[in-house]
């Protein structure tokens, strides 16, 4: 299986600030790379595919970047309703693992 | 829009078989993959398996050999069976649709359903 490890576990930031998360596959994906945001209570909503693909409908401070190994979600500034734990997913070879998730703290 | 719900006991006995439903609505199951995930209380996700429209099934190996994916085109339905079930089946299940143009990407889940295995 391929292993997708997120960094970090944790995060806690203010309303404005800019926030990036990180994704490291255990070997290159290409840009096989999907990110989840999972509020509070409710079912996880894809933000980003393709490693850089905005989903529509997600709000533009949201982006992504990498290719091979390394990804990463921005958030260019962060609003309340970011409150979320975050997820990365490859789906180059099935099983199509998930990172461990990211637990993203409003300050 | 297409929605999608799960519906199915949220208590199963152990070494019972967990059976959940998925159904589509506002769109078609052809052309997608319908999959199946779950979410231990407190824990991360965890890709079940999934099943093309055409009938093909993938599903994770630590689960393979006690897992069903199947599809009902005429009802609009997918489903699940987790058989010999135990406590660390105890989870939150989603079913979610794969698009094929989004390399796969999940990009419709339902609401999920909390399955607790107990005697």
């Known amino acids: 299986d391929i292993q997708m490890t997120q960094s970090p576990s944790s995060l806690s930031a203010s309303v404005g600030d800019r926030v990036t998360i990180t994704c490291r596959a255990s070997?290159?994906?290409?840009?096989?790379l999907n990110w989840y945001q999972q509020q509070p209570r409710k079912a996880p909503k894809v933000l980003i595919y393709?490693?850089?693909s905005l989903e529509s409908g997600v709000p533009s401070r949201f982006s992504g970047s990498g290719s091979g190994t390394d990804f990463t979600l921005t958030i260019s500034s962060l609003q309340s309703e970011d409150l979320a734990t975050y997820y990365c997913?490859?789906?180059?070879?099935?099983?199509?693992?998930f990172g461990q998730g990211t637990k993203l703290e409003i300050k | 829009q297409v929605q999608l719900q799960e519906s199915g006991p949220g208590l199963v006995k152990p070494s019972e078989t967990l059976s959940l439903t998925c159904t589509v609505s506002?769109?078609?199951?052809?052309?997608?993959?319908w999959c199946w995930m779950r979410q231990p209380p407190g824990k991360g996700l965890e890709w079940i398996g999934h099943?093309?429209?055409?009938?093909?099934?993938d599903y994770n190996p630590s689960l393979k050999s006690r897992v069903t994916i199947a599809v009902d085109t005429s009802k609009n339905q997918f489903s699940l069976k987790v058989r010999s079930v135990t406590a660390a089946d105890t989870a939150v299940y989603y079913c979610?649709?794969?698009?094929?143009?989004?390399?796969?990407?999940?990009?419709?889940w339902g609401q999920g359903t909390m399955v607790t295995v107990s005697s």
């Open positions: 393709a490693a850089s």
């Open positions: 979610a649709r794969g698009n094929p143009d989004r390399i796969d990407a999940l990009d419709v």
């Open positions: 997913q490859q789906t180059y070879r099935t099983p199509y693992t």
């Open positions: 070997q290159s994906i290409g840009t096989y």
């Open positions: 506002g769109g078609s199951i052809s052309g997608y993959y």
């Open positions: 099943i093309y429209y055409n009938g093909k099934t």
